[in-house]
């Protein structure tokens, strides 16, 4: 998302990977992301082969820069010129694009992590990681009764708080559209269709909350957002990739719900981007 609000699209290049699980290894237990196969037909529609080094797994590419990686997650940032990995923590992807890149960027003046808004932000992604973000996890792969309730109230206290704030001001750090929404949308996005079923957070949709569901409207309608949202790869990858939950792999149909319609957000004062329009 910061990729496509810092116009950075043309200088660094985006290899999109299958997005459900295979083995990694024969003989192993391990199962990752998988490339397309070099000259091979994608399993799901949009994803790639990987141009840079061929590899047929992420895990390739980590053990290409490091023999003895053990984890091997997405995104991963890969330094073309220097054939190494500089950083797979999307946090710090995220503000590495905000600032770093602001000479090749077409968007410079977006700024997602402003200084005078710092210490919000900062405040909210302190309870809205762990009781939303890692709260739909700790809901899904619980398993024991009492910890899935605990992170279920937590989720859905979080929830709530969110959708007060939200009847007050436009964004969730302030006035100003910044990183906090970043990360607080990518989980609102995928919770009617993927959490509420798979990881059983389902006391309430997101469309049940009016601020939350025309807040999600609002960012999924700026500019370039929709094209980072593929809700078949997203489907796809948690109804097939974890079998302790869903062993048969079946995706449930959903609603499809559409995010394209007005919202009616610009009912409360605020910057929809960061330092004026793109």
Same mark, same amino acid.
């Given at each position: 998302?910061?990729?496509?609000?810092?116009?950075?699209?043309? $200088?660094?290049?985006?290899?999109?990977?299958?997005?459900?699980?295979?083995?990694?290894?024969?003989?192993?237990?391990?199962?990752?992301?998988?490339?397309?196969?070099?000259?091979?037909?994608?399993?799901?529609?949009?994803?790639?082969?990987?141009?840079?080094?061929?590899?047929?797994?992420?895990?390739?590419?980590?053990?290409?820069?490091?023999?003895?990686?053990?984890?091997?997650?997405?995104?991963?940032?890969?330094?073309?010129?220097?054939?190494?990995?500089?950083?797979?923590?999307?946090?710090?992807?995220?503000?590495?694009?905000?600032?770093?890149?602001?000479?090749?960027?077409?968007?410079?003046?977006?700024?997602?992590?402003? $200084?005078?808004?710092?210490?919000?932000?900062?405040?909210?992604?302190?309870?809205?990681?762990?009781?939303?973000?890692?709260?739909?996890?700790?809901?899904?792969?619980?398993?024991?009764?009492?910890?899935?309730?605990? $992170?279920?109230?937590?989720?859905?206290?979080?929830?709530?708080?969110?959708?007060?704030?939200?009847?007050?001001?436009?964004?969730?750090?302030?006035?100003?559209?910044?990183?906090?929404?970043?990360?607080?949308?990518?989980?609102?996005?995928?919770?009617?269709?993927?959490?509420?079923?798979?990881?059983?957070?389902?006391?309430?949709?997101?469309?049940?909350?009016?601020?939350?569901?025309?807040?999600?409207?609002?960012?999924?309608?700026?500019?370039?957002?929709?094209?980072?949202?593929?809700?078949?790869?997203?489907?796809?990858?948690?109804?097939?990739?974890?079998?302790?939950?869903?062993?048969?792999?079946?995706?449930?149909?959903?609603?499809?719900?559409?995010?394209?319609?007005?919202?009616?957000?610009?009912?409360?004062?605020?910057?929809?981007?960061?330092?004026?329009?793109?």
């Amino acid at each position: 998302m910061t990729l496509k609000l810092k116009g950075l699209e043309d $200088a660094i290049s985006v290899t999109v990977v299958e997005p459900v699980w295979r083995r990694t290894r024969e003989g192993e237990d391990h199962f990752g992301w998988p490339f397309v196969p070099p000259g091979g037909t994608a399993e799901v529609e949009g994803a790639e082969s990987d141009p840079l080094n061929k590899a047929l797994f992420v895990r390739d590419v980590y053990e290409k820069a490091d023999p003895y990686a053990a984890k091997f997650s997405v995104p991963v940032l890969w330094d073309k010129e220097t054939g190494t990995i500089v950083n797979n923590e999307s946090s710090e992807i995220m503000r590495m694009f905000n600032s770093e890149f602001n000479a090749i960027a077409k968007h410079p003046q977006v700024d997602i992590y402003p $200084a005078h808004l710092r210490a919000a932000i900062d405040e909210v992604n302190e309870w809205v990681y762990p009781s939303i973000n890692n709260g739909v996890y700790r809901c899904g792969f619980a398993t024991k009764q009492a910890p899935y309730e605990e $992170a279920f109230k937590e989720l859905f206290s979080a929830l709530g708080r969110c959708e007060d704030i939200l009847s007050r001001q436009r964004f969730i750090a302030g006035d100003t559209f910044t990183e906090a929404d970043i990360r607080l949308f990518v989980t609102l996005i995928r919770f009617d269709e993927v959490y509420v079923v798979h990881f059983k957070c389902n006391r309430n949709f997101i469309r049940d909350f009016p601020n939350l569901f025309n807040y999600t409207k609002e960012i999924y309608q700026l500019p370039g957002i929709a094209s980072t949202v593929n809700m078949a790869h997203i489907k796809s990858h948690y109804f097939r990739s974890h079998p302790s939950i869903n062993p048969f792999g079946i995706i449930p149909g959903g609603q499809g719900t559409d995010y394209t319609v007005p919202h009616d957000r610009s009912r409360l004062p605020g910057v929809a981007l960061p330092c004026g329009k793109m």
